[in-house]
């Protein structure tokens, strides 16, 4: 059973011939004005010039292409193709079913434990109430994937009472790594509160409010500005969050702010900072699995900006790409090139790549290989092993999961063409 969509609002295209009328031709207009000085006074023909040269009309948010919704990591297109699946129990969608269903985190009878206030600090010590933060967001997002894949409106209440605990109860987040956890789990939050806003799940319009004041007013101030000298997954975790909360908020400034960090940021985590030009990360002197952490985030900000229209996979001549098969590569047990590699301040000074983690691989992958695979016909034979041994692809607290149920065998062609990547030479 398909969730009943919410019809959405468009904008109304008030000025849409401000926007779309050539420059030329309204100065043109202007020009022949005066002919008409019978029926115009001189005061009305100057208010008239004032508006249609007001500066800040075009960054009007009214003049914006509004968000896709549901528009994350789901479409209903994508649901639909999922739904057909599994009614038809194919194969490898049924298995990662069923491995998503066993989860101890997917029962009915899962219990959110809500905090007035968050501290992680470094490494997760002290540890008050992040790792509750951490499991919550994950099941809410678990349980909001069930219900919207089988209409089973008893998942869509769990999800709604995990997000309305935490929003009802939560203050603050503090601690040294207070940025980061926002990063990673946030984005499961908003994961399963787009889908619930947007495929009717009943939500009520108090608890949406609610939802949305936390983000403003408890995430939003801790990420807004990145963490540039960072190693740099955590800049790749709040990008992903941030982007996420624009959209969910329909707030074109902030996700525009993640897009261009993504793009152009200062810090270790944009792009053209955290992985060179064969693909090495900043962290690959590091170890392994925080290498899969940073990607794994930076491919999540790709899929969600795809949803909108915005290619930031072929940023920087597809470097995404290239850090995947480099880091498959190396954790199948092949050789890489190695560079030393300085952070952008010099902070971190890696000389050579490390083992540690080496052969543990993280449930990043099926996303990723599907754009550069099967929407862009590029081969990434290194990822695409990766994930045919892993599939179906399980889950990890760090990542939002079940990459093979979600992103495998899904079609190619996307609602609209993204606007191209002005860091791409393609």
């Not at 003049?63 to 479409?75: D, Q, R, S």
């Not at 984005?187 to 806003?197: C, H, P, Q, T, V």
């Not at 090139?337 to 992958?365: H, N, Q, W």
Request: net charge negative.
């Amino acid at each position: 059973m398909r969730p009943q969509a919410r019809s959405q609002s468009s904008h109304s295209g008030a000025h849409d011939f401000l926007k779309t009328t050539p420059p030329a031709f309204r100065m043109g207009w202007l020009m022949l004005a005066p002919t008409f000085s019978t029926v115009l006074s001189r005061s009305l023909l100057t208010l008239l010039a004032l508006f249609l040269f007001a500066p800040s009309l075009p960054a009007d948010d009214a003049l914006e292409k509004p968000f896709v919704h549901p528009g994350l990591l789901h479409t209903e297109d994508e649901l639909d193709f999922i739904r057909a699946k599994l009614a038809q129990q194919e194969e490898p969608w049924q298995s990662a079913w069923q491995n998503m269903q066993e989860s101890p985190d997917a029962s009915l009878s899962y219990k959110p434990q809500p905090r007035a206030d968050v501290v992680r600090g470094a490494r997760a010590r002290p540890d008050i109430g992040s790792s509750d933060f951490t499991r919550d967001g994950g099941a809410a997002y678990l349980h909001a994937l069930q219900w919207a894949l089988t209409g089973e409106k008893d998942h869509a209440r769990k999800a709604i009472e995990i997000i309305d605990a935490w929003s009802a109860t939560l203050e603050t987040i503090k601690g040294h790594d207070a940025r980061l956890l926002i990063g990673m789990d946030g984005i499961d939050y908003l994961n399963a509160a787009e889908l619930l806003r947007h495929l009717g799940g009943d939500w009520p319009d108090e608890g949406q409010a609610r939802f949305e004041q936390m983000l403003r007013e408890v995430f939003y101030p801790v990420i807004e500005d990145f963490h540039p000298s960072a190693n740099g997954n955590w800049d790749a975790s709040m990008i992903q969050t941030m982007m996420a909360m624009g959209i969910f908020l329909d707030d074109r400034p902030m996700f525009d702010r993640a897009v261009t960090y993504y793009r152009e940021g200062e810090g270790n985590g944009a792009i053209g900072n955290y992985l060179n030009e064969i693909g090495q990360c900043q962290e690959s002197g590091r170890d392994q699995l925080h290498v899969q952490m940073g990607l794994g985030y930076l491919g999540v900000a790709c899929e969600i900006a795809w949803k909108q229209g915005v290619d930031l996979y072929a940023a920087h001549d597809n470097r995404l790409a290239l850090g995947f098969e480099y880091s498959a590569k190396y954790n199948l047990g092949e050789e890489v090139p190695y560079r030393r590699f300085r952070s952008i301040d010099g902070r971190y000074d890696y000389e050579e790549l490390s083992s540690k983690g080496r052969g543990r691989f993280r449930p990043i992958y099926e996303r990723v290989l599907h754009h550069y695979r099967d929407r862009r016909g590029l081969e990434l034979p290194w990822s695409e092993r990766v994930a045919r041994e892993q599939r179906p692809e399980g889950s990890h607290s760090q990542h939002v999961s079940w990459g093979t149920l979600t992103a495998f065998g899904q079609e190619t062609s996307p609602a609209s063409q993204p606007e191209p990547d002005p860091s791409s030479k393609e």
